[in-house]
């Protein structure tokens, strides 16, 4: 397995459940980043991870929350969303460079989330 | 804020020709700037990334030029082939200090090259 893998590719969940998103990172990589991409809107950052912390969150709503175990690993926490929170949701890691200097971010293929 | 927007949001064009593909953004402090590919139901793919000091990259059929002064970029793309049918995002990430990884996203240019 190479690169960044995501798991599910496709999600349908009502907006009581609780489920998760899984992010897998094969480059050895320092940080990862959660995005959601929405129909005719920016992709939008929503969170980041270095060395297993995070360093951005960005205003992002409770109802979803990230974990970091290793630097390998990134989870998304998802419960009680609601329907205008579907979307891709894109998951990307880079090298930890020191600020100013090019990193390019690998990014997986997106799990697609429908809540009802 | 910074703002990035791409013209036109959509393009078709016949297989051969040559195309351009802009962006802008709002504000000139940024780190560097780069073009993804985006295919349907799949992650973005990185072409070309730009440091601010640079005016451009190229990467076989693929130029990325950069103004930072006025704000824009374009995304050549010479004798266009149907596998070049994707979505094409532009990003900067802003100059905001020490380890922020920030990025902002156009909401993309969705290429369709007729066979």
């Known amino acids: 397995e190479t690169g960044v893998t995501q798991t599910p590719r496709h999600l349908v969940m009502g907006m009581t459940n609780k489920k998760s998103l899984k992010c897998e990172q094969h480059?050895?990589?320092?940080?990862m980043y959660w995005y959601k991409q929405s129909a005719k809107k920016p992709l939008e950052l929503m969170f980041v991870?270095?060395?297993?912390?995070?360093?951005e969150n960005n205003s992002v709503p409770s109802r979803f929350s990230p974990e970091c175990p290793n630097s390998s690993h990134l989870f998304l926490h998802l419960h009680t969303l609601q329907p205008e929170d579907s979307a891709l949701y894109l998951c990307?890691?880079?090298?930890?460079?020191?600020?100013?200097?090019?990193?390019?971010?690998?990014f997986g293929p997106g799990t697609r989330l429908t809540v009802l | 804020k910074q703002e990035v927007t791409q013209i036109p949001a959509a393009l078709s064009v016949p297989e051969g020709e040559n195309l351009v593909l802009n962006c802008s953004f709002t504000?000139?402090?940024?780190?560097?700037l780069q073009w993804f590919r985006q295919d349907p139901g799949k992650g973005l793919t990185s072409l070309l990334l730009?440091?601010?000091?640079?005016r451009e990259q190229t990467s076989g059929r693929l130029n990325a030029s950069l103004d930072k002064s006025s704000g824009r970029s374009t995304l050549y793309i010479a004798a266009s082939q149907p596998g070049d049918s994707a979505t094409y995002l532009c990003?900067?990430?802003?100059?905001?200090?020490?380890?922020?990884?920030?990025?902002?996203f156009g909401k993309g240019t969705k290429l369709s090259v007729i066979p």
């Open positions: 990307a890691s880079s090298q930890d460079l020191p600020a100013g200097a090019s990193i390019t971010q690998y």
């Open positions: 480059l050895g990589h320092n940080a």
């Open positions: 991870y270095n060395f297993k912390e995070q360093t």
């Open positions: 504000d000139s402090a940024i780190y560097n």
């Open positions: 730009i440091q601010s000091s640079q």
């Open positions: 990003a900067v990430r802003p100059y905001s200090g020490a380890g922020s990884y920030q990025l902002t």
